[in-house]
């Protein structure tokens, strides 16, 4: 039996999201399918408000809704201490733990040459010029603990050495090959806590 279109759609749609598959988007689709008009309704709106609403912050690239964000222009914040990570959600990993003081960059990705994503495709240079231009004391890289997060740390220490400023690894409390996104804050806070210096 043939699937109505409207329904085709909205499987091709779902699935283009990370983590859903087949059979994942035919129980999100059958589930927005029985339930009401007004709860679809509200669900379409709120995607569109985040398409509306939602810009990098010009700071620290992380989402926002006014630039710059909240944490960039919040005065108790330690701006001489910059923690580097790869997308705007292991800022708010790291933000969950409550243990962190200082300020972020977001790269917006990791080097890549597999999937051509090199320096330039990052926000690298924007960190280099942020560093040379401000008053950061200690750039601490939370890149997660796999191949190309590993390869954009060392990138970036390279880059960064000679700005006479003290670069640090957060330590290996996340295993290698995790993602931030999904550690708990007692591993976070440890990896922090026991950040290294890149050489």
């Known amino acids: 039996m043939k699937r109505p279109p409207a329904v085709n759609e909205l499987l091709e749609q779902l699935q283009r999201m ?3 598959g087949q059979k994942t988007a035919e129980r999100l689709s059958f589930f927005l399918m029985r339930g009401s008009a007004e709860q679809a309704y509200r669900l379409a709106d709120a ?3 985040v398409k509306e609403k939602i810009i990098l912050c010009s700071q620290c690239h992380s989402i926002t809704e006014v630039d710059p ?14 923690c580097v990570v790869e997308e705007p959600h292991d800022v708010y990993a790291m933000e969950n733990m409550g ?8 790269l917006m990705g990791v080097i890549s040459p597999l999937e051509g994503i090199g320096p330039a495709e990052l926000t690298i240079e924007s960190l280099r010029k942020r560093v040379l231009n401000s008053n950061v004391q200690e750039v601490v890289l939370a890149t997660n603990p796999n191949m190309e997060g590993e ?14 400023i003290k670069i640090t690894r957060i330590a290996r409390g996340l295993p290698v090959g995790g993602d931030i996104e999904y550690a708990d804050e007692v591993t976070l806070m440890k990896s922090l806590e026991g950040r290294t210096a890149m050489k």
């Open 18 to 20: 990370p983590g859903v």
């Open 47 to 49: 995607i569109r408000k």
């Open 69 to 82: 964000c909240g944490i960039c222009i919040d005065p108790r914040r330690d701006s001489t201490f910059l």
């Open 99 to 106: 243990y962190f003081k200082g300020v972020y960059h977001v």
């Open 151 to 164: 390869s954009t740390a060392v990138y970036i220490a390279k880059i960064l050495k000679s700005e006479n």
